[in-house]
């Protein structure tokens, strides 16, 4: 299950958001509990049907407050810290109602104060939470930024993924992870990928070791995430083996943490430059991604030209 807590999320944004801790236990769990919560669902402004969100409290709902009962206000009040809220955080600077500090002393609820505003607060924490409980998977390959587009590059030991990696860290595009690349589903179709903290800027190559690629290349020549748009498969072919489709019809993809990721196949052999194949592939992709589709445009040629031909 993943989760964290109210004392780590203090910890990590407090000066950020300008946290004053009021009262209350800091040791409150924060976690989503089923797979259809999204973490950015655990957080938001005053409400009384999801109870068990990290609530914020800006100027809007403490000036409908003032304009209740009191024995009405308790009673919302009451029924929210019942449920066990993880914190709750009075922002825009407004002072904290007595009765609010009061009941949160009494359940043991975490209160905090800020000046900023109560929406740039929801939206750091979704952000934080979105990040720091997003669904994770660890896989084998080297991660690139290759002319802005975060590439995965996959094959089987000895393909020559680091070595790839290396001509196109020359070449001037960026290395994110080598060996080891931790992907994290941020958004539902959004996948980000980084590079362990022991592992960071450091490539292996055959034959030469492992090379510190911020200190050879230089500070450009890193990059510390990128999302995840394209999986590069090298695949070395046995004899015997079919080759691949010279003009596939469909776009391969690849389920990386249930979202879907295009995915190319390169053959390696003698003699080609899969520097410059790799860069060609990636260009597509990101005509693709703009509406461009060269293998339909091409098909669409044809069949003009064999309509033509008929007609004429």
Known sequence: ???????????ALHRRLA????CGRLEAVIRVSEERIWPADLVGHLNLIHPQRLQILGAAELAWARRQSREKIAHHLNEILAARPPAIIVADGCETPNLLRGLCENFGVALFTTTQPSAGVVDQLRLYLSRQLAEKISLHGVFMDVLGLGVFITGTSGAGKSELALELISRGHGLV???IVEFSRIAPTVLEGRCPELLQDY?????LGLLNIRTIFGE???RRKMRLRLVCHLERRQPGE??????PMAQEMQDVLGVQVPRVILPVAAGRNLAVLLEAAVRSTILQLRGVDSTQDFI???????ASAETS
């Open 1 to 11: 299950m993943r989760q964290t807590s109210v004392a780590q999320l203090h910890e």
């Open 19 to 22: 946290l004053t801790h009021v």
């Open 177 to 179: 992870a080598d060996d």
């Open 203 to 207: 490539i292996e190559v055959r034959g």
């Open 220 to 222: 450009t020549a890193c």
């Open 242 to 247: 079919d080759d691949p489709s010279r003009l």
């Open 300 to 306: 669409d040629r044809q069949a003009r030209a064999l």
